[in-house]
Nanobody, 128 residues
Framework: QRPLVDSGGGSVQAGDSLRLSCTSS????????MGWFRQTPGKEREAVAM????????YYVDSVKGRFTISQDKAQNMLNLEMDSLTPEDTAMYYC?????????????????????WGQGTQVTVSS
């Protein structure tokens, strides 16, 4: 069983909303920092939104602030990303990630190499 399974992607129009979900299991469920990255062909994987599990503190990349909301349902081992007012620039493969980061890394400057667990990815395509 994969430690992280992400879902919820799809094809939408600009201005629409989507909700991504990630189910964690095993050791990944105990990770202090969980969140979402995204990647488009030829570009680096970019941290989009993170949450520090114990306190709920969050991180958002500037381009999604005010539009995306990350949340966690610990009872269900579920991580969600509510994405509103989507634009074509949000088109990417989105990956759920979890890791043993320090707080200042998780909500400060999360980097790909810091995360141990990854989902398989879910594609989000936004048309203009």
């Amino acid at each position: 069983q994969r430690p992280l399974v992400d879902s919820g992607g799809g094809s939408v129009q600009a201005g629409d909303s989507l909700r991504l979900s990630c189910t964690s299991s095993g050791y990944s469920s105990n990770s202090p920092c969980m969140g979402w990255f995204r990647q488009t062909p030829g570009k680096e994987r970019e941290a989009v939104a993170m949450i520090w599990s114990s306190s709920g503190r969050t991180y958002y990349v500037d381009s999604v602030k005010g539009r995306f909301t990350i949340s966690q349902d610990k009872a269900q081992n579920m991580l969600n990303l509510e994405m509103d007012s989507l634009t074509p620039e949000d088109t990417a493969m989105y990956y759920c990630a979890a890791g043993q980061l320090a707080l200042n890394q998780c909500v400060g400057r999360p980097e790909r190499y810091m995360y141990k667990y990854w989902g398989q990815g879910t594609q989000v395509t936004v048309s203009s």
